[in-house]
């Protein structure tokens, strides 16, 4: 050691003088002998002042703590980093056979997990994906025909010439009875309109038929004649086949009634089957999917429009404006992915098979322009009329990408389309064992719709006339199956913010969890070192007390 030539002054009492990181007066050798240890704010001998540096450089209480900090961090780190990446060199070392076979199964874990968290991707068909033709048209077009029709189409069946139908819901079941009803009456009922709720025109002239003039056949009065045209609303129906009432649609839109329909949909696949030899042609799948795509929108209706937010019931002590508006609204429903994944979310085909029923309503449509052009929208009311007609010259002027495909417009079914109407009348007879009404209704409605829309697939030939509850089924199946394609998209955007918001509640859980490691790495760490220091203390004052004896 040194020796010191200062003479030796009074030991320095004050702390922050002779304290180092431990917070006591170490001890620390500074290189002078003459005992009174260093002085840490200068990095030299305590009292004399000679030059030596200190042994142990001097940190602020502030740098102490951040530095104790970082080294509890990096040991944090270390323990969470250091077993993935001996993972990840054990998997090097393995096959990338086996590398992809633990991928797959992190992916399909994960994916699992997010099922039974309802988070899933909608798995739109390789159709959809790859923007491929349906009869010459591109889904994606088809899509944004989609979304043209709906805006026009959601104000025209408010206005009454498009919103009243007239309906036969009670012709008896002709085959033999299922033994299903409804779970939930409430939901199933529909509220028919009083007489004084049914337009004027309407009550003066029930049958009301639209022509067009410029056509020289009607191919409708052609299958009337065959008797391949169904009279599905039961318009003609015999007096002791029920009786015609009218409906406001707004009123009973289609919603989730808890009628599963199994029985019924079974029947309606196998009344509708055709020799397997037939089954192979195109034009019995394009009748397959026209059936399933039906099915379909309802699925996705019954999806949107699933679970009832209040107690709302037929009577309640409301006006029936209030009532119907807020009914047409759907504020009194909310939707449900359990229902969407169960019917249609997992099921590329049948999202395939919506879109291609869809496609061929609106081909009917552009088919019949001319004849949807002779309606004058007249339900007695002046200013509601002015503007349905308006707004079907909306509808009818608007460029869609369906009209304008001349491959789309040709015949669909020129080879078996007799066939195809034959075993779609047997759909008519199965609706009337529904005991489901609301289900009823709208399974007449759209099987309407579908009608004409297969009558307009079977020739170059067009119809020549329509009745108005016709054009009403048409426009409003329309409007269903525009409205269930969108729905799907929504649920598709819905399920995009709740994977994102389960990845970052995930990622919040995993730093709340890495924040209590961490913190009792810490503590666990900085009881350790003051177990180590007091240690260290207890020494040294055994070293001076036996100095002291000494």
Same mark, same amino acid.
């Given at each position: ?17 002779? %304290? ?14 003459? #005992?009174?240890?260093? $002085? ?31 080294? $509890? ?12 990446? =001996?993972?990840?060199?054990?998997? /090097? ?11 797959? /199964? ?7 997990? =997010? ?34 029709? !709906?805006?026009?189409? /959601? ?26 009803? @409804? ?33 020289? *056949? ?28 009218? %409906? ?12 599963? #329909? ?14 397997? *030899? ?20 309802? &699925? ?39 229902? +969407? ?29 001319? =004849? +949807? ?14 503007? &349905? ?6 509808? =009818? ?26 075993? +779609? ?7 009337? @064992? %529904? ?17 004409? &829309? ?24 329309? !409007? ?10 929504? +649920? &598709? ?24 490691? !961490? ?32």
């Amino acid at each position: 050691m040194n020796t010191c030539t200062t003479p030796k002054l009074a030991k320095v009492k004050s702390p922050e003088d002779s %304290v180092c990181d431990c917070g006591c007066d170490c001890g620390c050798d500074c290189g002078c002998d003459c #005992g009174y240890g260093c $002085n840490c704010n200068t990095n030299l001998c305590n009292v004399c002042g000679c030059g030596f540096a200190c042994a142990q450089k001097y940190r602020p209480p502030r740098a102490r703590r951040y530095s104790r900090v970082v080294g $509890n961090m990096k040991i944090a780190l270390m323990s969470f980093f250091v077993p993935l990446l =001996l993972f990840g060199m054990f998997l /090097k070392m393995k096959e990338s056979t086996h590398l992809m076979s633990y991928g797959d /199964k992190v992916k399909k874990t994960f994916n699992d997990m =997010l099922l039974y968290f309802n988070i899933f991707d909608v798995k739109f068909p390789t159709s959809y994906i790859n923007n491929e033709k349906i009869l010459g048209l591109n889904v994606r077009d088809i899509e944004k025909d989609a979304y043209t029709v !709906y805006p026009i189409l /959601k104000e025209l069946i408010q206005k009454d010439y498009f919103r009243v139908f007239k309906v036969n819901l009670h012709i008896p079941c002709k085959l033999q009875k299922l033994n299903e009803r @409804c779970k939930e009456m409430q939901k199933c009922s529909v509220c028919e309109c009083e007489n004084d709720e049914i337009p004027s025109n309407f009550r003066t002239n029930e049958i009301e038929i639209i022509e067009n003039k410029m056509s020289q *056949e009607d191919l409708k009065k052609t299958f009337i004649e065959s008797k391949l045209y169904k009279d599905i609303l039961g318009n003609y129906a015999s007096d002791n086949e029920g009786f015609l009432s009218y %409906v406001d649609l707004a009123y009973n839109s289609p919603s989730y009634t808890a009628y599963e #329909g199994r029985n019924i949909w079974n029947m309606i696949y196998r009344e509708n089957c055709f020799p397997k *030899e037939q089954n192979e042609c195109e034009e019995m799948n394009s009748f397959y999917k026209i059936i399933s795509g039906m099915q379909s929108s309802i &699925a996705a209706l019954s999806s949107e429009y699933h679970n009832l937010k209040n107690d709302f019931v037929f009577g309640d002590m409301q006006s029936q404006n209030i009532l119907k508006n807020d009914y047409f609204k759907k504020l009194n429903y909310d939707y449900d992915i359990s229902f +969407f994944k169960e019917k249609l979310g997992l099921h590329p085909d049948r999202i395939e098979n919506l879109y291609f029923t869809f496609a061929i309503l609106l081909r009917a449509l552009c088919r019949l322009k001319s =004849l +949807f052009s002779q309606c004058t929208c007249s339900s007695g009311c002046v200013e509601n009329d002015k503007e &349905a007609a308006k707004l079907l010259n909306d509808l =009818l002027d608007n460029s869609y990408n369906a009209c304008s495909s001349e491959e789309f417009l040709e015949p669909l079914f020129p080879i078996h389309g007799k066939e195809i109407l034959s075993k +779609f009348m047997n759909i008519a007879n199965i609706l009337d @064992c %529904v005991p489901c009404v609301k289900c009823r209704l709208h399974g007449k409605l759209k099987t309407t719709a579908l009608q004409i &829309a297969l009558v307009e697939g079977v020739s170059n030939e067009h119809i020549g006339s329509l009745e108005r509850n016709e054009l009403t089924a048409l426009i409003n199946a329309l !409007y269903y199956f525009a409205d269930s394609i969108l729905i799907v998209n929504k +649920f &598709a955007e819905r399920l995009k913010l709740k994977r994102t918001l389960f990845i970052f509640y995930c990622m919040s859980i995993g730093f709340f969890f890495f924040l209590i490691v !961490y913190s009792v790495i810490f503590i666990t760490v900085r009881n350790y070192k003051k177990k180590k220091e007091k240690k260290k203390e207890k020494e040294k004052k055994k070293e001076k007390e036996k100095q002291k004896l000494n």
